[in-house]
């Protein structure tokens, strides 16, 4: 019989009075009854008040619910939290819980990793501001540092590990200590075996580079699913390099979602298999700024899904060419969309590499889209991608120019995957 109906049957044939030790022991009990008469007594009854609000009700669970397509996500990815001496990918602690503080207070939900999966199959409504927390490669300072952090905020997050760097000594983490992670919820994913740029086919023939790349893969996904016993269903490209090949053999490898660094707002429509996130460095506040930026976002969630291509369509001019190289630290960037007919400022956005989204102008006359930044660029490279839409179809281009403040050059040949 359940205890606490016992319980209750006691209480109602024992006058209260006669026996203290019977009242002791149920006084637990007892408590909880109560507590939970008082929460049903808190739920509003049909009485009329002045002011009646909507209740918020619990949603019923459904078999299958429809994805919200209004919703946008920003994934985060982190690296290190040991200050800023370590370099560029180790943040301080403070920032760090600052940044998550942040968070809280731009409305943003940080989700788990397995909703954002559910959203993106169309499974499960999440909140229209949606984060998701990564952090890669497997330094200890995710468990020691992060962890308790994120526990503070109550953010579910995802470490994606690199498999030979686990219990390596130094400062990576143990194989324990994901255990503990795992144990505790933590989603556990793919960095590879050894952090490669899978890029690199270093002189192997095709055959043998496949093969590798499989290792790769499969090889950190098969060893932490049987280590661990978990269910590997994402991969994180190191340094984000990939490819339509490289992401090909990872989906033979059975990976359903795989992640770069490119930073954008993911809408529900983006490719789950070049799904963007802003790696936050301390040196570059502006990333993490224009992530929990959400005025003036256009729909758009089809950035990635035109990242194959690696040049503009010939009849859009862009500024800087594709494969260009410029001096100034503070080039206009810009792309002519007159070819696209009746494209608004309203309807189009701009997003540059490490960057993010930034407030690029439409002229209205010359339909040319056009962003200065205001800050001098630092990285050797960058990738401009342009997205919108238009009465008749869909703006999607995308191409890269580098900087060298050392000297400009013309466009070299188109890049290679
Ligand atoms: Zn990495």
């Given at each position: 019989?359940?205890?606490?109906?016992?319980?209750?049957?006691?209480?109602?044939?024992?006058?209260?009075?006669?026996?203290?030790?019977?009242?002791?022991?149920?006084?637990?009990?007892?408590?909880?009854?109560?507590?939970?008469?008082?929460?049903?007594?808190?739920?509003?009854?049909?009485?009329?008040?002045?002011?009646?609000?909507?209740?918020?009700?619990?949603?019923?669970?459904?078999?299958?619910?429809?994805?919200?397509?209004?919703?946008?996500?920003?994934?985060?990815?982190?690296?290190?939290?040991?200050?800023?001496?370590?370099?560029?990918?180790?943040?301080?602690?403070?920032?760090?819980?600052?940044?998550?503080?942040?968070?809280?207070?731009?409305?943003?939900?940080?989700?788990?990793?397995?909703?954002?999966?559910?959203?993106?199959?169309g499974?499960?409504?999440?909140?229209?501001?949606?984060?998701?927390?990564?952090?890669?490669?497997?330094?200890?300072?995710?468990?020691?540092?992060a962890?308790?952090?994120l526990?503070?905020?109550?953010?579910?997050?995802?470490?994606?590990?690199?498999?030979?760097?686990?219990?390596?000594?130094?400062?990576?983490?143990?194989?324990?200590?994901?255990?503990?992670?795992?144990?505790?919820?933590?989603?556990?994913?793919?960095?590879?075996?050894?952090?490669?740029?899978?890029?690199?086919?270093?002189?192997?023939?095709?055959?043998?580079?496949?093969?590798?790349?499989?290792?790769?893969?499969?090889?950190?996904?098969?060893?932490?699913?049987?280590?661990?016993?978990?269910?590997?269903?994402?991969?994180?490209?190191?340094?984000?390099?990939?490819?339509?090949?490289?992401?090909?053999?990872?989906?033979?490898?059975?990976?359903?979602?795989?992640?770069?660094?490119?930073?954008?707002?993911?809408?529900?429509?983006?490719?789950?298999?070049?799904?963007?996130?802003?790696?936050?460095?301390?040196?570059?506040?502006?990333?993490?700024?224009?992530?929990?930026?959400?005025?003036?976002?256009?729909?758009?969630?089809?950035?990635?899904?035109v990242?194959?291509?690696?040049?503009?369509p010939?009849?859009?001019?862009?500024?800087?060419?594709?494969?260009?190289?410029?001096?100034?630290?503070?080039?206009?960037i810009s792309a002519?969309?007159?070819?696209?007919?009746?494209v608004?400022?309203?309807?189009?956005?701009?997003?540059?590499?490490?960057?993010?989204?930034?407030?690029?102008?439409?002229?209205?006359?010359?339909?040319?889209?056009?962003?200065?930044?205001?800050?001098?660029?630092?990285?050797?490279?960058?990738?401009?991608?342009?997205?919108?839409?238009?009465?008749?179809?869909?703006?999607?281009?995308?191409?890269?120019?580098?900087?060298?403040?050392?000297?400009?050059?013309?466009?070299?040949?188109?890049?290679?995957?």
């Open positions: 019989m359940n205890p606490k109906l016992t319980a209750l049957a006691l209480l109602a044939v024992l006058p209260l009075t006669s026996c203290d030790k019977i009242k002791k022991i149920l006084h637990k009990e007892k408590a909880e009854t109560v507590a939970q008469a008082e929460t049903t007594a808190a739920t509003p009854t049909p009485v009329p008040t002045a002011t009646p609000e909507p209740t918020p009700v619990a949603p019923t669970p459904t078999p299958r619910q429809t994805a919200n397509k209004d919703a946008q996500v920003v994934v985060f990815c982190y690296h290190r939290f040991e200050g800023k001496n370590l370099g560029y990918l180790s943040i301080p602690p403070e920032l760090f819980d600052q940044q998550m503080q942040q968070l809280k207070d731009a409305g943003i939900t940080v989700i788990p990793m397995a909703d954002f999966i559910a959203w993106k199959r499974e499960k409504t999440i909140p229209v501001k949606s984060a998701v927390i990564t952090i890669d490669d497997g330094y200890e300072s995710g468990y020691a540092v962890w308790p952090i526990k503070k905020y109550g953010y579910p997050f995802t470490v994606f590990i690199y498999t030979k760097f686990v219990s390596s000594g130094g400062k990576s983490i143990t194989w324990e200590q994901l255990e503990e992670m795992r144990d505790a919820g933590i989603d556990i994913e793919s960095h590879t075996e050894t952090h490669p740029d899978l890029r690199k086919k270093g002189g192997k023939s095709p055959q043998a580079y496949d093969a590798w790349l499989t290792q790769e893969l499969k090889g950190s996904k098969d060893e932490l699913e049987q280590r661990l016993g978990i269910k590997i269903v994402a991969l994180a490209f190191p340094y984000g390099g990939n490819n339509q090949h490289i992401r090909d053999i990872g989906k033979q490898a059975g990976y359903q979602f795989m992640f770069t660094v490119y930073g954008q707002k993911i809408a529900w429509s983006a490719n789950n298999d070049m799904i963007g996130r802003y790696a936050v460095e301390f040196a570059k506040p502006e990333i993490y700024q224009t992530a929990v930026d959400w005025s003036g976002i256009v729909e758009s969630g089809t950035a990635s899904e990242a194959q291509t690696d040049a503009p010939s009849d859009v001019a862009t500024q800087p060419k594709n494969g260009e190289t410029v001096s100034d630290p503070s080039p206009v002519d969309l007159s070819s696209y007919g009746d608004t400022q309203t309807t189009v956005a701009m997003r540059v590499s490490g960057l993010g989204l930034v407030p690029a102008t439409l002229d209205p006359k010359s339909k040319v889209l056009s962003y200065k930044p205001p800050t001098p660029l630092t990285d050797k490279s960058y990738t401009v991608i342009v997205t919108g839409k238009t009465t008749t179809g869909k703006v999607d281009l995308r191409w890269t120019f580098n900087f060298n403040p050392a000297g400009a050059s013309a466009p070299a040949a188109p890049a290679a995957h």
